[in-house]
């Protein structure tokens, strides 16, 4: 495969902002044993975890959006998941 030409054209777009994904994506547990879903961490015994994602490019004035996928299983009723964002400079 050859190298691309280099355009001499001026240039007609300048991106000065873009969206930027990050994820954490674990298969260790399969919940079902069926091996068609799988799971990251388990809160059992450990029930915290902090997760850490590097935006080094972020524009502090734009939002964000968080999207969260939690299973959760109980033997009795009060299940819950609270989810916290730290706002860090």
Do not use: C
């Not at 001026?10 to 879903?37: A, H, R, W």
């Amino acid at each position: 495969m050859g190298g691309a030409q280099l355009s001499s054209s001026s240039e007609t777009n300048l991106v000065t902002t873009f969206i930027d994904y990050d994820f954490i994506e674990e298969d260790d547990y399969n919940l079902g044993k069926s091996g068609k879903q799988w799971y990251g961490d388990i809160y059992d015994v450990q029930t915290s975890y902090n997760y850490s994602f590097s935006m080094p490019n972020i524009v502090n004035t734009d939002s964000i959006r968080v999207y969260a996928k939690i299973i959760g299983h109980a033997s009795s009723n009060g299940t819950s998941y609270t989810l916290a964002l730290e706002e860090i400079h």
